[in-house]
């Protein structure tokens, strides 16, 4: 199929040119316009001073971005087509999702503790802060943007923070889950409603934007990435 045998992190539907993407490689994402039929290597190394294993690809319209380890982020504004690497950051630590609003305005990626578990762009990442991160004590591994305002993020120590402001500050919101999880991806389809997995085949349900949290039978114990 021209999808090598190896670990992935993320698949992602593109429409903008009807593709699918797989993440998890060090050199290459892999695209798919035949649903998975058959898959061809896009190289996302670009002009970047080391390689890195991406965990994860967003898209608006026709611009893709990845994150991945070292802190490295690479992004493309035509398909996958060419890409730009983003060497200047201030983050060494791997980044674990990202969610852009569009080139020119916020983007916000997650990742390891140190030095915070955050990065904070309101000019497409022409410039960033950490700041947003300095009140989260735990790697962070995934993000919810629900608009520009109100998103969500979760992580270790069965944590899950909310923003309400467009990323600039998050309060946490995980105090009703008791269980020591790790949480890997919160998904809403609203303000209010949403689940998180993460750990031992745990799912966990909200529908008053985090204030409760229920824990819902899966009858599974492996981890759950992704939702």
């Not at 994860?56 to 890409?83: E, H, M, P, Q, R």
């Not at 980044?95 to 030095?115: F, H, Q, R």
């Not at 919160?186 to 949290?213: A, L």
Request: with cysteine; aromatic share 14%.
């Amino acid at each position: 199929t021209g999808l090598p045998s190896s670990t992935f992190f993320f698949f992602y539907y593109f429409p903008a040119n009807n593709a699918w993407y797989a993440s998890g490689n060090s050199f290459y994402s892999f695209r798919s316009t035949n649903d998975g039929l058959t898959w061809d290597s896009v190289s996302i190394a670009g002009s970047q001073i080391y390689v890195s294993t991406y965990y994860y690809l967003d898209s608006n319209a026709s611009t893709l971005v990845t994150v991945g380890a070292f802190g490295l982020i690479n992004s493309s504004t035509n398909g996958g087509a060419n890409w730009t690497a983003h060497n200047s950051l201030p983050y060494s630590s791997t980044l674990n999702d990202i969610w852009y609003e569009n080139m020119n305005g916020k983007v916000i990626a997650v990742g390891s503790v140190a030095p915070t578990p955050m990065m904070y762009s309101t000019n497409g990442g022409t410039t960033w802060s950490t700041d947003p991160g300095l009140t989260i004590p735990v790697t962070l591994y995934g993000i919810k943007m629900i608009n520009s305002n109100t998103g969500y993020v979760s992580g270790s120590s069965n944590r899950i923070f909310k923003t309400t402001n467009g990323g600039s500050s998050w309060d946490s919101v995980s105090t009703a889950i008791g269980t020591s999880t790790t949480l890997y991806c919160p998904d809403f389809i609203n303000e209010n409603t949403g689940w998180v997995s993460g750990s031992s085949g745990r799912i966990f349900k909200t529908t008053d934007g985090g204030g409760n949290w229920s824990l819902l039978t899966t009858g599974v114990t492996s981890t759950l990435y992704r939702i």
